[in-house]
């Protein structure tokens, strides 16, 4: 009987493969992938390629993992200078093995070219932030005095009347995720502040962004149980969100890109919000942060009045009557 066209491609892939197995294994693997990819659309394999056909998947298995392995060695007793470095180089290699996806920014409003794609931002990398978490304490006791005062949270989204109505994934006017802002819209909320009188000064040696007439937004953040907060955007990428818990159930967490930490009061999360995020509370208890955001460290003072100049542009323009 003769063979299959079919049955002949798979057979003279094998035998390429074979060829290659022991001199060159990524050839024998294109090969050995080559006739698998086959395998899967041809209408009928006889037994003894069947055979050829898992001894080849079980040699791309095998050298797959040695390739693995090589490449986990090749970092194991190097060390860039600086942190910085360590993580470029590992999340490099965690991409290169399919480990990690590539979350690019993707700012809702102004992209600053450029700018590391970096996820979160470490702690340890900033001077002011050990004197600032030291002040958790005093900070969460303002919050809790106000809350059991009956604070005035209001749903973080909220539609605009001057605006065409956009659903935020249902969190539009829902109490599920709202907020009591210290600082809004560039200026400080006067009768909520005074009430938070130690908040405010820690703040004081926070390098806040000042963003046209944006920032700084200081607010304290609150979840209800088992709240969701879908994937999203921030609107720019030349600043960066900080998280300080200050009520954080078991289980709660915030994922930035491939990377989910969970809150630990009194420890900042930072990180670039114009990546996509999501975060959630699972637990039966209100989840609390103080939430506040700083200027990209790379960024010079000049580039900095220059965006906010931009968005002063943006904010202060009305059209123009007709002629």
Not at 192 to 218: D, F, H, Q, W, Y
């Amino acid at each position: 009987m003769s063979t299959a066209p079919g049955q002949t491609n798979l057979a003279a892939l094998l035998d390429r493969g074979d060829a290659f197995a022991a001199i060159d294994a990524r050839a024998a693997m294109s090969f050995y992938q080559a006739a698998l990819q086959g395998a899967r659309a041809a209408p009928y394999v006889d037994p003894q390629t069947v055979a050829r056909l898992r001894g080849a998947q079980e040699f791309i298995e095998r050298r797959a993992n040695e390739f693995q392995h090589s490449l986990d060695k090749a970092l194991a007793d190097f060390e860039a200078e600086g942190a910085g470095g360590n993580i470029r180089l590992t999340h490099a290699l965690e991409m290169l093995k399919g480990e990690r996806e590539i979350y690019p920014q993707q700012p809702s409003v102004l992209y600053h070219p450029y700018l590391a794609q970096r996820q979160f931002f470490e702690r340890g990398e900033f001077g002011w932030v050990e004197e600032l978490e030291a002040a958790t304490p005093a900070i969460r006791d303002e919050i809790v005095a106000l809350a059991n005062e009956g604070a005035d949270f209001h749903p973080y989204v909220q539609d605009d009347p001057a605006r065409p109505k956009r659903d935020f994934h249902g969190l539009n006017n829902n109490p599920d995720w709202t907020a009591l802002y210290l600082w809004k819209d560039g200026a400080l909320v006067d009768e909520n502040a005074r009430r938070c009188p130690r908040t405010v000064e820690a703040l004081g040696k926070v390098p806040m962004s000042n963003i046209g007439m944006r920032t700084p937004a200081v607010l304290f953040s609150k979840l209800e149980p088992g709240a969701h907060i879908p994937p999203h955007h921030g609107m720019l990428n030349c600043r960066l969100i900080c998280h300080l818990p200050l009520i954080v159930p078991d289980g709660c967490w915030l994922r930035v890109g491939n990377e989910t930490r969970q809150w630990e009061e009194g420890k900042l999360l930072i990180f670039d919000d114009s990546i996509e995020h999501e975060a959630k509370n699972p637990s039966g208890e209100i989840r609390i942060i103080l939430l506040f955001d700083i200027w990209r460290p790379e960024l010079s003072e000049a580039e900095r009045h220059g965006i906010s100049a931009i968005f002063d542009a943006i904010d202060t323009f009305q059209t123009l009557p007709d002629a």
